[in-house]
T-cell receptor, first 114, second 119 residues
Framework: AQSVSQHNHHVILSEAASLELGCNYS??????LFWYVQYPGQHLQLLLK??????LVKGIKGFEAEFIKSKFSFNLRKPSVQWSDTAEYFC????????????FGSGTRLQVQP | GAVVSQHPSRVICKSGTSVKIECRSL??????MFWYRQFPKKSLMLMAT?????????EQGVEKDKFLINHASLTLSTLTVTSAHPEDSSFYIC???????????????FGPGTRLTVL
């Protein structure tokens, strides 16, 4: 079964700092990869997704992620964070096993200080 | 964009009662919906896969008689927590699968969640 690891549980940054959140998955076959964001009191929203093709994926709100197959990684990046980026970030994977549910990482709480 | 709603957003009930939570896909049809449970400061754990017109598929360790799932239409799935106990208190989140025509283009859209508190 696939699993997802997010190494940073809580990240605190100042505004304008650069962000990189780590995500590693364990599954040897083809995967779909996702990053979701959950703002305080709100529901999960899709930031970006990777299915195939260009491993550098651009999402909403200036976020991007890079799929590195050899490292089983899908790290999320943003060059300059804003206070409004304060939220919980979840990496998720869907492996081509016929099961269509997502497996989520444990989440990373990002706190951006003004 | 695809919108998924949940009702109620918050419910408090007494131990031993049953609670029904609805999940609706508002602007698309979803033959498959998912129910997750989110514990405080923890990730989402898949409880079951809800399939329109057929029985739900439960994850290991999830009591199917306690968490009844009904997916009666292409836009509605319900989760009923039967004989609720305090340990069932949690944040329940549903998602609806927007099928993209192939497995590689499926995307899940999430509801806002339901906070269940069992006294």
């Amino acid at each position: 079964a696939q699993s997802v690891s997010q190494h940073n549980h809580h990240v605190i940054l100042s505004e304008a700092a650069s962000l990189e959140l780590g995500c590693n998955y364990s599954y040897g076959g083809t995967v779909n990869l996702f990053w979701y964001v959950q703002y305080p009191g709100q529901h999960l929203q899709l930031l970006l997704k990777y299915f195939s093709g260009d491993p550098l994926v651009k999402g909403i709100k200036g976020f991007e992620a890079e799929f590195i197959k050899s490292k089983f990684s899908f790290n999320l990046r943003k060059p300059s964070v804003q206070w409004s980026d304060t939220a919980e970030y979840f990496c998720a994977v869907n492996a081509y096993t016929g099961r269509r549910a997502l497996t989520f990482g444990s989440g990373t709480r990002l706190q951006v200080q003004p | 964009g695809a919108v998924v709603s949940q009702h109620p957003s918050r419910v408090i009930c007494k131990s031993g009662t049953s609670v029904k939570i609805e999940c609706r896909s508002l602007d698309f049809q979803a033959t498959t919906m998912f129910w997750y449970r989110q514990f405080p400061k923890k990730s989402l754990m898949l409880m079951a896969t809800s399939n329109e017109g057929s029985k739900a598929t439960y994850e290991q360790g999830v009591e199917k008689d306690k968490f009844l799932i009904n997916h009666a239409s292409l836009t509605l799935s319900t989760l009923t927590v039967t004989s609720a106990h305090p340990e069932d208190s949690s944040f329940y989140i549903c998602s609806a699968l927007l099928a993209g025509g192939s497995f590689s283009t499926d995307t899940q859209y999430f509801g806002p969640g339901t906070r269940l508190t069992v006294l």
